[in-house]
């Protein structure tokens, strides 16, 4: 799926706009309480990639419909936690507060 590619690309810059701290916080996040990263992260999201009229990743969200910037950050931060919290990097043990 192309707009899954696309956020792939997006990711470690969405990684690096966090804090070591921040990043370890949002992995052990339960799935529920993404909600509450709608006015950080989210709001990141969407300056930097929601609201650029240019972008690829904004025409495919169009493409499949989506066409709410809250809907689109909102799907980038479940993609972007379910990234980062399939395997812990440590042990290589799958996250129990993710999917």
């Not at 899954?4 to 804090?19: A, N, Q, V, W």
């Not at 006015?39 to 929601?50: E, P, Q």
């Not at 709410?68 to 980062?84: G, K, L, N």
């Amino acid at each position: 799926m192309k707009l899954y590619r696309e956020i792939e690309k997006i990711m470690p810059i969405i990684e690096d706009s966090l804090t070591a701290e921040s990043f370890e916080e949002f992995k052990y996040t339960r799935v529920s309480d993404l909600c509450f990263y709608h006015f950080g992260l989210g709001t990141f999201i969407r300056n930097n990639f929601s609201y650029n009229k240019d972008s690829i990743l904004l025409d495919l969200f169009l493409e499949h419909g989506v066409t709410d910037e809250d809907e689109m950050s909102a799907f980038i931060i479940r993609v972007f936690h379910y990234h980062s919290t399939k395997y812990d990097e440590i042990s290589k043990v799958r996250n129990p507060y993710s999917y």
